[in-house]
């Protein structure tokens, strides 16, 4: 029994193919190269991933409520962190004035 190689074989064309390679695709006006602006545009896929950065941005901290305190938020629904920061938020505006 043969064992079948676990890394496909690759072929590289020759410069000859190469070039009627590239011929044919630049007269496929649905395969045009790409042009050095659009190069250049490029950004990695690792740079596009996740939610986008926001302009308000949070803190992390860890903080400990009364359990009345988070079942009350919790009982409005999903969202309920949103709301919560919300009411603290107005408290400090209210505190500032």
């Keep these: 029994m043969s064992k079948i190689s676990k890394q496909p074989s690759i072929a590289i064309p020759t410069p000859e193919e190469d ?7 630049r007269n496929d ?19 596009l991933r996740g939610r986008p950065k926001s302009e308000n941005k949070k803190l992390l901290v860890s903080v400990r409520y009364s359990p009345e305190v988070i079942a ?10 949103s709301r919560m920061d919300s ?11």
Aim: net charge positive.
């Design 19 to 25: 070039k009627i390679i590239t011929a044919a695709a």
């Design 29 to 47: 006006p649905d395969a045009q190269p790409l042009t050095p602006n659009q190069l250049q545009a490029m950004v990695p896929m690792r740079k």
């Design 72 to 81: 009350y938020f919790k009982a409005t629904g999903k969202g309920w962190q």
């Design 87 to 97: 009411v603290l938020r107005e408290h400090v505006a209210q505190q500032s004035q």
